[in-house]
């Protein structure tokens, strides 16, 4: 009979351990995922939520896009505005080329009400998003004489002229933040097939807008 109590007390103390166990394990594991998720962006985290619901939320990047989307494709502005959506946001891009005259970063005028539909489109989710405008150019050097001392300028004063339009629709400028790279980022190569130089050129003097 003694034998019998001292074995069981043994088992009964062993289901304690594996229950602390157990429960030391899922604890840790609660952690990581709080760290883990603490490094996403929100990018990330809606990309996240869409792939487990299956379905996007009322107000998400994913609902910006399909937006602008019907709204480019009815204006027949494909060839002025592009979209795409990456893992720094969704990202609208201006063609400059288009838009402002080479060398200048005056926005043509009858563009101007084309912009400020398409940036009118954003003014409803500045309380949840932030805008980074990003003045991009090609690699012509600037001309000797320009205002501009160099591609970093002319680039930087584009992305302001459409800051300065974004604001003219309510956008907050805390909302808002200007980034300049100049000729030094170019686009994927893949995007470059069957244009010529000058099409390639016009493709890299852009301005987005990226939404994160």
Do not use: C
């Amino acid at each position: 009979m003694d034998k019998y109590r001292i074995r069981r007390s043994k088992k009964t103390d062993e289901i304690w351990l594996l229950s602390y166990a157990d429960m030391i394990t899922n604890l840790l594991i609660f952690f990581i995922a709080i760290l883990s998720m603490s490094d996403l962006s929100r990018v990330k985290m809606e990309a996240i939520q869409e792939r487990l619901s299956g379905h996007s939320a009322p107000v998400s990047l994913s609902r910006i896009q399909e937006e602008l989307d019907q709204y480019i494709k009815e204006k027949g502005l494909s060839d002025v505005v592009s979209l795409e959506r990456t893992d720094r946001g969704l990202e609208i891009s201006l063609n400059s080329g288009v838009v402002f005259p080479v060398g200048s970063e005056r926005i043509e005028e009858h563009w101007i009400p084309v912009l400020d539909a398409v940036l009118g489109k954003l003014q409803a989710y500045a309380q949840k998003y932030e805008f980074a405008i990003e003045g991009h150019t090609d690699n012509t050097p600037i001309r000797q004489g320009s205002r501009f001392a160099s591609n970093w300028e002319l680039a930087s004063a584009r992305a302001q002229q459409v800051r300065l339009r974004m604001e003219g629709q309510s956008i907050p400028g805390d909302r808002l933040r200007v980034e300049s790279y100049g000729d030094t980022r170019k686009l994927p190569r893949a995007q470059m097939e069957k244009l010529t130089q000058e099409e390639s050129k016009n493709r890299h003097r852009r301005v987005v807008i990226r939404v994160f």
